[in-house]
């Protein structure tokens, strides 16, 4: 199983992004071989518009199942949802807290959207 995190990081000591949509990096773990990856969302950074949609696609491209993230817009979260990958948000946090609160079930999950469109 894979859950991504947002991050400006580049390792499980980086903070987690507040942003969903307009995250630097994601970073995906792997739960079953503790491995992860970095995938680059410089492109959403800047973007006038679509910066939720086209970052949900990748989270869900990059096989996750789970995200943790700060906030996530209403876009986002049907794109996120509607692929079957839940949503939890946490403070800003190391990665590594964000992701023992996780096995811990100590996250708190998402039922919809808490910030409005565009939020930055």
């Known amino acids: 199983m894979k859950i991504a995190f947002t991050t400006s990081g580049a390792d499980m000591d980086a903070p987690l992004d507040a942003r969903f949509g307009r995250a630097a990096k994601f970073l995906v ?3 079953d071989n503790g491995t992860f ?9 800047n973007a006038a518009q ?15 199942t789970a995200l943790v993230t700060g906030h996530c ?3 986002a979260f049907r794109v996120l949802s ?3 990958v839940k949503v939890y948000t946490a403070e800003a946090v190391p990665l590594s ?4 609160m996780y096995r811990e079930g100590t996250l708190s999950p998402l039922e919809s959207a808490d910030v409005e469109g565009h939020w930055v």
């Open 37 to 45: 990856e970095l995938l680059d969302n410089q492109q959403n950074l």
């Open 29 to 31: 773990y792997d739960l």
């Open 73 to 75: 817009g209403p876009k």
């Open 50 to 64: 679509g910066a939720g949609i086209q970052s949900a696609q990748t989270v869900v491209g990059s096989g996750a």
């Open 82 to 84: 509607a692929a079957g």
């Open 97 to 100: 807290e964000a992701l023992r």
